[in-house]
């Protein structure tokens, strides 16, 4: 069993910041990609954000210059700092990993019930 918790989501005004953090569990044996996309009403979901194992990162083209991601291996943690926050970052953001449970299995991806956030003033 796998589970992957998100938190750190509310209610911030335009011009703020807000940090995310996300956490893998579970039966894992490890993890390759982990990242953050979001969803606003009436929208598909989208990129946010995603690192790799390594530290490579990648970001929507929204995102860029405001957002930061960030990992812990160790942990199975990630993170995603956001600052300059506008009114259209408001959506769901979700946290995906992409891992495998056991060595010489496939990757699957996992996802969180997503954590709010809204950029209002």
């Known amino acids: 069993q796998v589970q992957v918790v998100e938190s750190g989501g509310g209610l911030v005004q335009p011009g703020g910041s807000l940090r995310l953090s996300c956490a893998a569990s579970?039966?894992?044996?490890?993890?390759?990609?982990m990242g953050w996309y979001r969803q606003a009403p009436g929208k598909q979901r989208e990129l946010v954000a995603t690192?790799?194992?390594?530290?490579?990162?990648n970001y929507g083209d929204s995102v860029k210059g405001r957002f930061t991601i960030s990992r812990d291996n160790a942990k199975n943690t990630v993170f995603l700092q956001m600052n300059s926050l506008k009114p259209e970052d408001t959506a769901v953001y979700y946290c995906?990993?992409?891992?495998?449970?056991?060595?010489?299995?496939?990757?699957?991806?996992?996802w969180g019930q997503g954590t709010r956030v809204t950029v209002s003033s």
């Open positions: 690192v790799t194992s390594g530290g490579i990162t």
């Open positions: 995906n990993a992409r891992l495998s449970v056991q060595i010489g299995t496939a990757t699957y991806d996992y």
């Open positions: 579970g039966s894992i044996f490890s993890i390759s990609t």
